[in-house]
């Protein structure tokens, strides 16, 4: 005899991290990683997990987490108790801080911060915490934004802003092939930047050999109220650059604003949309 899950036991799994498949049999448990690492014994334990409990396969969720389907209701304490003594790590649901998300910045060749660091910082801080609503934050090393920071609650995009030494220029024109953005160009053997076109990707700065291309900032750009899925909304920039040191104490003063502001069940956006975005991201300014 078939025995579905009901609405009590759904919701408490859910908080577990233990999410309800449609045969209202079955649940997908979600393993957390930490800024969407997973170790190679990691790795191999959730495997086995997928083999002894599951049918064998895991998948990636859009937030680097792994997710085990076909868990049985009648498993899922053993699973728990399994995991934790494997070390694994499940949950990541509710309203609380999502899973933190963070592209490869540490290592790319595009990387202006160590996006890897700061992820692992806020979400020893951050994850799990509780929040008005589910609040999502992503960190990205460069405007390519690969993990599509601006779309996040709070997003962190690394930046570099930079300064020309026109004395030292040669008129190579390296730096013009390098940019993607067509901000520059070669005119009489030297280089001339349209700033209005530049996303601050600092390509420039690293190409450059001859020290025509300086930093004149490094550091990230920080958005506040993104979000993506049933309402969508592009987050607003607190409008300048922070030093990479600097970036944990704002997003703290972001979250003091949130949680002192917000009411139970608006995101960030939502409670932006309610007092004015001029006026929460004022609140966060004047807090630094």
């Known amino acids: 005899m078939i025995i579905m899950v009901n609405e009590k036991r759904q919701k408490e799994m859910k908080a577990l991290g233990f999410l ?42 859009t937030r680097l987490q792994i997710e085990v389907p076909w868990i049985k209701d009648e498993d899922a304490e053993k699973v728990m108790e399994e995991a934790k003594s494997l070390g694994l790590r499940h949950g990541g649901t509710g309203q609380k801080i999502r899973p933190l998300v963070a592209c490869k910045g540490t290592v790319c060749l595009h990387g202006n911060i160590d996006t890897q660091a700061i992820c692992r910082e806020l979400e020893e801080k951050y994850f799990a915490t509780d929040t008005p609503h589910k609040c999502k934050i992503g960190i990205v090393g460069c405007a390519n934004n690969c993990a599509k920071a601006n779309i996040n609650d709070i997003g962190i995009m690394g930046k570099t802003i ?40 600092g390509e420039c700065s690293r190409l450059c050999r001859t020290n025509a ?26 409008g300048k650059i922070f030093k990479e040191k600097d970036i944990v104490f704002v997003v703290d003063k972001i979250m003091e604003c949130y949680r002192e502001i917000g009411v139970k069940g608006e995101r960030i956006s939502t409670v932006m949309d309610r007092v004015g975005k001029e006026k929460f991201i004022s609140e966060v300014l004047s807090r630094q």
């Open 162 to 201: 930079p300064e020309f030494n026109l004395d030292n220029c040669v008129g190579c024109g390296i730096c013009v092939k390098g940019c993607r953005q067509k901000a520059l160009e070669v005119v009489n053997r030297k280089v001339v930047y349209h700033e209005e076109l530049c996303v601050s990707c």
């Open 20 to 61: 309800l498949q449609n045969d209202r049999e079955h649940y997908a448990v979600r393993f957390l990683s930490r800024a969407g690492n997973f170790t190679v014994e990691e790795l191999n334990n959730i495997n086995g997990i997928a083999k002894k409990y599951g049918r064998g396969y895991s998948g990636l969720t």
């Open 213 to 238: 291309v300086g930093i004149k900032e490094k550091g990230a750009e920080i958005f506040v109220g993104g979000r993506f899925g049933r309402g969508i909304r592009i987050g607003d920039s607190l």
